[in-house]
């Protein structure tokens, strides 16, 4: 059997050096962005009995509360909307939203702003925006979730 060798091509070397060299500035890039521009990465903040949600604690009962110069929003994100019905917020201070699904899985998108997370029955999720511009933002739900999914859209409103 004759010795076999493997040469590889000048433009196949070319090409794995551009796709290492994408992977390498990718993660410099987005490691970049997470350390200095405050990336909002939703986080899990706990657990919770999904059967329970529309009966016992924070979520039976959604609100937006006020705390110091901060807001706390609890969120029901359901088959078909959103509750509380309205949220309201002054421009300019922390909001942190906590959002979980009594029934299947939803999402809480707010048009115009980098909030963008998955709501899971049983998961809670938490994430803080802070509204620089006053006005209406609408609520937009991304995850398919039954018949009804179209239509479920709501707002927030940003008061200056
Ligand atoms: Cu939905």
């Not at 901060?70 to 906590?98: C, D, I, N, S």
């Not at 999402?107 to 980098?114: E, I, P, R």
């Amino acid at each position: 059997m004759e010795h076999q060798e493997y040469i590889i091509e000048r433009y196949e070397r070319a090409w794995i050096f551009f796709g290492l060299a994408m992977i390498t500035v990718f993660i410099i890039l987005v490691g970049y962005l997470m350390l200095t521009m405050g990336n909002t990465n939703p986080v899990g903040a706990g657990r919770i009995d999904a059967t329970k949600v529309r009966i016992e604690g924070d979520f039976a009962n959604p609100r937006v509360e006020q705390v110091g110069n901060e807001y706390v929003a609890y969120v029901q994100a359901f088959a078909f909307g959103y509750l509380p019905a309205e949220m309201r917020f002054k421009v300019g201070r922390k909001v942190t939203f906590y959002i979980t699904s009594p029934d299947v899985q939803h999402s809480f998108h707010v048009h115009n702003t980098n909030i963008n997370v998955q709501v899971i029955p049983g998961e809670i999720a938490k994430v803080s925006y802070t509204f620089t511009r006053p006005g209406e933002y609408p609520i937009i739900c991304n995850e398919y979730c039954g018949i009804g999914h179209a239509n479920m859209i709501n707002k927030l409103i940003v008061e200056p």
